[in-house]
């Protein structure tokens, strides 16, 4: 019943480093692409990176060059580490799951419950 659990977050100071995990399933992984979004207080849930299930990503320009994402199949896990954070990272990360293939939407995503990241000014 448990698909996606994210853990890692917490509060970092800026120019620090914090590494997201989330853990899933081996049927989740072979059949959908991951990836990592984030809400931060009062504003809309948008991306951080996605990664399909050949490898590629895709990550949001804001934070192209301090983050990376990472699978790790034979652990069923998928990571992201953040580095050089700033107090505009502090948000709530999310991950998520999207049928390969499919546009996003309710009927193709699967979201975990969200890990808090704080990086005080």
């Known amino acids: 019943q448990v698909q996606l659990v994210e853990s890692g977050g917490g509060l970092v100071q800026p120019g620090g480093s914090l590494r997201l995990s989330c853990e899933t399933s081996?049927?989740?992984?072979?059949?959908?692409?991951m990836g990592w979004y984030r809400q931060p207080p009062g504003q809309q849930r948008e991306l951080v990176v996605r990664?399909?299930?050949?490898?590629?990503?895709n990550y949001a320009g804001s934070v192209k060059g301090r983050c990376t994402i990472a699978r790790d199949n034979a652990k069923n896990m998928v990571y992201l580490q953040m580095n050089s954070l700033r107090p505009e990272g502090t948000s709530v990360y999310y991950c998520n799951g999207r049928l390969i293939g499919k546009v996003e939407g309710a009927a193709v995503d699967r979201w975990g419950q969200g890990s808090q990241v704080t990086v005080p000014p």
């Open positions: 081996g049927s989740i992984l072979r059949s959908h692409d």
């Open positions: 990664i399909t299930s050949g490898g590629i990503t």
